[in-house]
T-cell receptor, first 112, second 113 residues
Framework: DVKVTQSSRYLVKRTGEKVFLECVQD?????MFWYRQDPGLGLRLIYF???????EKGDIPEGYSVSREKKERFSLILESASTNQTSMYLC???????????FGSGTRLTVV | DAKTTQPNSMESNEEEPVHLPCNHS???????IHWYRQLPSQGPEYVIH???SNVNNRMASLAIAEDRKSSTLILHRATLRDAAVYYC??????????????FGQGTTLQVKP
């Protein structure tokens, strides 16, 4: 069965820390995505990548950056964590643009 | 991005069919219709997708109107495990797009025993 694995299920970080959220997929997918999900706001796209070393801004990229050095790994970086970045973060991947996405289980990040 | 409209919530009885509607009157020729569902405390799960013809898989069926301005996700026999938020999303795969999914608020499906 295909899998998208997010490195942590729960994470607590302090304000100002640099935070790395890791996502690995084992399906040789070209496209990878990072979303955050907040009550009342739904899922919002932060960044996506359709190839190694390629990245595109989503709808809410401010305060975030990404890295895709290898096809299977897509990292989300919070350069200086703030309390308004407390959220559920979801990673997803797909092979082709028309295909369905496979999502990871999510990382619930709390910034204190 | 073309938008979809879904009812906020629906109820169903266990073991009965469920028809979840979605309107997408501004759909373009390169938009695929995708359905996902999200159970509590989990990431979204792909259910089904289609372009023009009706589609069936082990989870559900997707009925697409002839003019493509609406679609219906059909769960043939609802179980308690089908209680979730269901998202209908248009995925534009035109040459200038990377096919990113834009999620709306979805339909919360309650299944009663």
């Amino acid at each position: 069965d295909v899998k998208v694995t997010q490195s942590s299920r729960y994470l607590v970080k302090r304000t100002g820390e640099k935070v790395f959220l890791e996502c690995v997929q084992d399906m040789d997918h070209e496209n990878m995505f990072w979303y955050r999900q907040d009550p009342g706001l739904g899922l919002r796209l932060i960044y996506f990548s359709y190839d190694v070393k390629m990245k595109e801004k989503g709808d809410i990229p401010e305060g975030y950056s990404v890295s895709r050095e290898k096809k299977e790994r897509f990292s989300l970086i919070l350069e200086s964590a703030s309390t308004n970045q407390t959220s559920m973060y979801l990673c997803a991947s797909s092979r082709y643009r028309s295909d369905g996405y496979t999502f990871g289980s999510g990382t619930r990040l709390t910034v204190v | 991005d073309a938008k979809t409209t879904q009812p906020n919530s629906m109820e169903s009885n266990e073991e009965e069919p469920v028809h979840l509607p979605c309107n997408h009157s501004t759909i373009s020729g390169t938009d695929y219709i995708h359905w996902y569902r999200q159970l509590p405390s989990q990431g979204p799960e792909y259910v089904i997708h289609g372009l023009t013809s009706n589609v069936n898989n082990r989870m559900a069926s997707l009925a697409i109107a002839e003019d493509r301005k609406s679609s219906t996700l059909i769960l043939h026999r609802a179980t308690l495990r089908d209680a979730a938020v269901y998202y209908c999303i248009l995925r534009d795969v035109g040459s200038s797009n990377t096919g990113k999914l834009i999620f709306g608020q979805g339909t919360t499906l309650q299944v009663k025993p």
